[in-house]
């Protein structure tokens, strides 16, 4: 059964780093394009940022460049996301999203707060 489990989300100063993880089972992970997506509340799905596969091409949307990396464990078949300089305007649920076209699988989400 194939699954993407993300972790690492909480609440955060302005300011401050989190690192999201999202262990992937059940399928050929490195194969994957993988995505961060987040929906802030009231707010549409929104892309943050994306992997190819060996971690060939990175894209950020701009209101995270310079402040998030996306990266990849193929062994561990892990994505992450660190999250520095966090601020008020990144609170949302964070999910992550994993590609071979056309199959595509969604994770649950973890919300990430940025409040003082």
């Known amino acids: 059964q194939p699954q993407l489990v993300e972790s690492g989300g909480g609440w955060v100063q302005p300011g401050g780093s989190l690192r999201l993880s999202c262990a992937a089972s059940?399928?050929?992970?490195?194969?994957?394009?993988m995505r961060w997506y987040r929906q802030p509340p009231g707010k549409e799905r929104e892309l943050v940022a994306g992997?190819?596969?060996?971690?060939?091409?990175?894209d950020y949307a701009d209101s995270v460049k310079g402040r998030f990396t996306i990266s990849r464990d193929d062994a561990q078949n892990t994505l992450y996301l660190q999250m520095n300089s966090l601020k008020p305007e990144d609170t949302a649920v964070y999910y992550c999203?994993?590609?071979?076209?056309?199959?595509?699988?969604w994770g649950q989400g973890t919300q990430v707060i940025v409040s003082s």
């Open positions: 999203y994993a590609r071979f076209s056309p199959i595509y699988y």
């Open positions: 059940g399928f050929a992970f490195s194969i994957y394009d």
């Open positions: 992997i190819t596969t060996r971690g060939g091409t990175l």
